[in-house]
């Protein structure tokens, strides 16, 4: 089991750009959880995924922001025209059933760094 | 929505001793309560969690507490060691959300 990979670990645009980082949750598992880590704002919720369907992208700007799941094992999530406050670490996590029931296993993460 | 709110944003024990961080949540609908703990540089990982049916769950040195009436809980690690210090988070799950505290540094001073 090589837990929920995240690609790339690190990601530097230039303001303006796109940037798109790939998850691949752990086999198996149904829900897929898009999560944003920085210093001042912590761990921000951006999107949730069961059995590849979106269920709430509450989280998630709307207008530079968007994620997929086409299949069960990958899921991306694709910021267009990066601004600097979009610096961050961007976490993927998974798990077997959906937040209520189970712990959420999470990637490395990708740090993007928009200049 | 959901707001989970992490008390302690620094604690120093001392080898040994325990550590207890607190945490309150206002989603009365809130039924599940985990807690991860992220290392430098790295992710989150699962540590213990805790669901609303209960009010005190133990797993080796980590005891979790949840008070529904004043919608607090907290992780009460015992016999701390140094390899124990990292940032704690807590959560609730609201709605098949997960909705995250700020985090608590632990130092373990040897």
């Known amino acids: 089991n090589a837990g929920v990979i995240q690609t790339p670990r690190h990601k530097v645009t230039g303001k303006g750009q796109e940037a798109t980082l790939w998850c691949e949750p752990i086999s198996g598992h149904s829900a897929v959880f898009w999560y944003r880590q920085t210093i001042v704002q912590g761990l921000e919720f951006l999107t949730y995924?069961?059995?590849?369907?979106?269920?709430?992208d509450s989280g998630m700007p709307k207008e530079r922001f968007s994620a997929q799941m086409p299949n069960q094992s990958h899921s991306t999530l694709k910021i267009q025209s990066t601004q600097p406050q979009d610096s961050a670490v961007y976490l993927c996590?998974?798990?077997?059933?959906?937040?209520?029931?189970?712990?959420?296993?999470f990637g490395e993460g990708s740090k993007l760094t928009v200049l | 929505g959901e707001k989970v709110e992490q008390h302690e944003s620094t604690l120093s024990v001392r080898e040994g001793d325990s550590a207890v961080i607190n945490c309150t949540y206002t989603d009365t609908a809130s039924s599940y309560f985990p807690w991860y703990k992220q290392e430098a540089g790295k992710s989150l990982h699962f540590v213990i969690d805790i669901r609303s049916n209960v009010d005190r769950k133990q797993s080796q040195r980590l005891i979790v507490l949840l008070d529904k009436k004043a919608k607090r809980f907290s992780l009460h690690i015992t016999a701390t060691q140094p390899e124990d210090s990292a940032i704690y988070f807590c959560a609730a799950s609201s709605n098949n959300r997960i909705f995250f505290g700020d985090g608590t540094q632990l130092v373990v001073k040897p």
């Open positions: 996590a998974s798990s077997l059933v959906g937040a209520n029931t189970g712990q959420l296993y």
């Open positions: 995924f069961r059995n590849q369907a979106p269920i709430d």
